[in-house]
């Protein structure tokens, strides 16, 4: 059984709660554009529906806010013998298994404000379209650490196609 340096065999890992204010900041600053944009068209131009536009954006802005910390919660992985399996979602779950053989890239990628918390996403590339998931919110230490794992193992799988 392949496991990450310092897990049990089969267990979900979950990602650092710090990507809660990552998501919140970026559902706060959405919901805030939206706002002024209708604010701007009342303001401006006049228009009687803009009230109920930044209404709708406030209201669907703390709606979102509210799910965000269980909507992190729910994101995991877990590392098997033979893939990947990467998890998210509340109502819309998402389950995907990615083969270490069919890896074509493992790369790091980090936002200013993800980097400012310390953290990272990692993002997989396979030959199928579909199956490119991205596991956000990683301590950087971490990223590094699983991306070099995922390398090697994808490595040693397709040398032994």
Known sequence: MTTHPGEAPDTWQRISPKYLAV?????????????AAFTVS???WGWP?????????IVITLIVLAFEPRRVRSIGYRLREDDLLFRRGIMFQRMVAVPYGRMQLVDINRGPVVRALGLADL???TAAATTDISIPGL???EAVRLRDHLVAVAE???AGL
């Open 42 to 44: 009342w303001l401006l």
């Open 156 to 158: 040693s799988r397709r």
């Open 49 to 57: 529906w803009a009230w109920a536009g930044i209404t709708a954006a």
């Open 139 to 141: 301590p950087e230490a």
């Open 23 to 35: 998501e919140m900041i970026g559902t706060a600053i959405t919901g805030a554009a939206f706002a």
């Open 123 to 125: 993002k997989f590339v």
